[in-house]
């Protein structure tokens, strides 16, 4: 894998990670990172991850699978939230009085994690293949 002038693995890669984005992009590179950095947290990966392999759920419904309790739980979900990975909705459900609210994942939530962390858990097998010794 040779390397240019510099430094870059490819010699597409602009020397500014800035230039990375769309002229017209949504959000800015700090935004993006900021995303990565709160699945950086074990809690709040698993939030991220039941969200996106089970679809919407209640703080309640949340508290029990990952068993934490209502502060911590509120907390975490208020980092993806406040990042953008995370959307909060309230709806009334027939036949009760008030709104029910519940947390489920954005967009960037569903690629932060598929394309992030779950893919380079899922390359784990491909890595060991590359660099294994033994099956030369």
């Given amino acids: 894998m040779a390397t240019d002038q510099t430094g870059a693995v490819n010699g597409d890669a602009p020397d500014d990670p800035e230039d990375l984005l769309p002229e017209e992009s949504v959000l800015s590179l700090d935004e993006y990172l900021d995303m990565h950095a709160a699945v950086g947290h074990r809690t709040?990966?698993?939030?991220?991850?039941?969200?996106?392999?089970?679809?919407?759920m209640s703080p309640k419904e949340l508290e029990d699978a990952l068993e934490?309790?209502?502060?911590?739980?509120?907390?975490?979900?208020?980092?993806l939230v406040d990042v953008g990975l995370v959307e909060k909705r309230q709806r009334t459900e027939r036949g009760q009085d008030g709104?029910?609210?519940y947390y489920r994942a954005t967009v960037f939530g569903e690629?932060?994690?598929?394309?992030?962390?779950?893919?380079?858990?899922?390359?784990?097998?491909?890595f060991g293949e590359m660099y294994d010794s033994s099956s030369n």
Avoid: C, F, K, P
């Avoid at 709040?44 to 919407?56: D, K, N, P, Q």
């Avoid at 934490?68 to 980092?79: M, Q």
């Fill in 68 to 79: 934490i309790d209502d502060s911590t739980l509120h907390y975490h979900l208020n980092e």
């Fill in 99 to 101: 709104l029910y609210t």
């Fill in 111 to 126: 690629v932060t994690l598929t394309d992030g962390v779950d893919a380079l858990i899922g390359g784990e097998q491909a």
């Fill in 44 to 56: 709040r990966y698993e939030i991220l991850y039941r969200l996106v392999h089970s679809g919407a």
